[in-house]
């Protein structure tokens, strides 16, 4: 009310008889207002209790003036003043308006999605942004497929897609939008980059962190492992964090994305692989069948957009 308390210091430092003038205020400002005359009308308030509202109802006329204009000096942006009755008096309720209430479900849908070493920016990507090509053809029906079953029967298990390709065509986004349209379904998505979680886990040994981080993924409601089979060949990052994490997902029947540049063979052959150039087969294998579990593996073909867009 602070416009209101200006012109009444105004009047009361200028003029002896600023009490009137404030009366004629009122009703050049107030009671003339059509607004104001159909609430009154429409509520039936008596004289007094008019008389008693006048600083509320002015204080509405003025608000509502500013929200017209947009002016950024009222009292609550994002809200709109309305007029209400309450024990007989003119208060003054501020709503929000549809553009904070988009603004508000906007950010409540990406607190329903978490990225771990990937871009925020993928929270952002819907379906409306995926380009609809033949060669997106079946991934896209397989994860629109999830989308409704998992969503018709939350409880029962749903295969997730193990996508592979080459760099750049989009398999990251289009997990993205898969995450971003469960999220308008009230579920949550993890998002995970893989090789760089990989890497940041050996550091979490000297903190004995490791098994915190194992279950962030394990209770993922919906978990994306992303460019599985990037990272640097590690038998204890296979046995001691990547099995634990599928093993217990498969047992939870907990839906489970993949994106890779490798075929599930291709993956397979690369798990085999230890640091000291030791083939470890049985090893790979008992991943693999955890990951063919979860997910049906889909060849994603198509452009390198990446190159494209520079």
């Known amino acids: 009310m602070s416009d209101f308390q200006e012109a009444l210091s105004k009047l009361g430092a200028n003029l002896p008889n600023w ?30 209790e008019v008389e008693n509202s006048l600083s509320k109802l002015y204080e509405y006329v003025l608000e509502r003036d500013k929200f017209l204009k947009q002016d950024s000096n009222r009292v609550a942006n994002g ?41 925020s920016g993928l929270k952002n990507v819907g379906f409306s942004d995926i380009e609809r090509t033949a060669e997106r053809k079946s991934a896209l029906n397989a994860i629109l497929d999830f989308i409704e079953d998992f969503s018709a029967h939350p409880k029962d298990f749903h295969k997730g897609v193990y996508l592979y390709g080459t760099f750049g065509v989009g ?5 993205a939008a898969l995450a971003n349209e469960l999220a308008q379904r009230n579920t949550e998505t993890l998002l995970v980059h893989f090789p760089t979680f990989a890497q940041k886990i050996k550091s979490a040994i000297k903190e004995d962190k490791v098994s915190v981080h194992i279950d962030t993924l394990n209770q993922a409601q919906v978990l994306v492992l992303d460019d599985i089979g990037a990272e640097s060949p590690s038998g204890w990052i296979r046995d001691e964090i990547l099995q634990p994490i599928l093993t217990h997902r498969m047992q939870e029947n907990m839906p489970t994305f993949f994106t890779s540049n ?19 087969i049985w090893p790979a294998k008992r991943v693999m069948e955890r990951v063919r579990y979860l ?3 889909i060849h994603l073909m198509g452009d390198n957009r990446r190159e494209s867009d520079n």
């Not at 398999?171 to 997990?175: R, V």
């Not at 490798?262 to 692989?273: F, G, V």
């Open 295 to 297: 997910a049906k593996e």
């Open 79 to 119: 809200y709109q003043p309305k007029l209400v009755l309450n024990h007989h008096y003119v208060d003054v309720s501020y709503v929000p308006t549809s553009d904070l209430l988009a603004q508000q479900r906007a950010l409540e849908l990406k607190k329903r999605i978490t990225t771990l070493y990937l871009p």
């Open 171 to 175: 398999k990251t986004y289009l997990l």
């Open 262 to 280: 490798l075929n599930m063979n291709e993956l397979e052959l690369k798990l085999a692989q230890a640091m000291r150039g030791v083939e470890e």
């Open 19 to 48: 009490q009137d003038k404030y009366q004629a205020l009122i009703q050049e400002k107030v009671l003339t207002d059509q607004e104001i005359q159909a609430f009154i009308a429409q509520n039936q308030l008596t004289e007094i």
